[in-house]
C-alpha cells in the first residue's frame, strides 16, 4: 500500500487512475533501493531544464538491459533489428521534441527524462 507521504508528492492525474492502476503507479515511484522519487506529473515545468550535459551517461548494455532483463514487449530479435522498432523510426523521423531533464535531488544517483512524443501518422 502507498504511504501517507507520498500523497503529498502525486499529481492529480494519479487521482483519476482506477485504483489498480494507481497502487502500480505509485509503486513505480520507489526504486528498488527503497528511495521514492516524485511524481512526474507533479513537478513544475520550471523545475525542468533543456541540458544535455546533465544527463546520465547511457550506453547500449544500458539499454538493453533495461528492455531484456525486465519486463517488457521488446525481445532480444527485436533488439537486434532496432532499425524497425518504432521508437527509432520517431527519433530519425522528428517525432521526439525537445527532451528535458529534472535531477530529483542532489542526493540521488537518479534523474527523470521526459519529452513531447508527436503521433505518428
Not at 521526439?96 to 508527436?118: A, N, T, W
Amino acid at each position: 500500500m502507498a504511504s501517507a507521504r507520498r500523497s503529498s508528492f502525486v499529481s492529480q492525474y494519479v487521482g483519476t487512475l482506477p485504483d489498480k492502476d494507481r497502487l502500480l503507479y505509485l509503486e513505480k515511484l520507489v526504486l528498488t533501493s527503497g528511495e521514492e522519487i516524485p511524481d512526474p506529473y507533479s513537478i513544475g515545468e520550471a523545475d525542468w531544464i533543456v541540458e544535455i550535459r546533465e544527463w546520465p551517461i547511457i550506453s547500449w548494455p544500458d539499454i538493453h538491459g533495461y528492455l531484456i532483463d525486465t519486463p517488457s514487449l521488446y525481445t532480444k530479435e527485436k533488439l537486434r533489428a532496432y532499425k524497425s522498432l518504432d521508437a527509432v523510426n520517431y527519433v530519425l523521423c522528428g517525432h521526439v521534441q525537445e527532451i528535458k531533464y529534472h535531477g530529483i535531488s542532489p542526493e540521488s544517483d537518479f534523474c527523470l527524462l521526459r519529452s513531447l512524443v508527436l503521433p505518428s501518422q
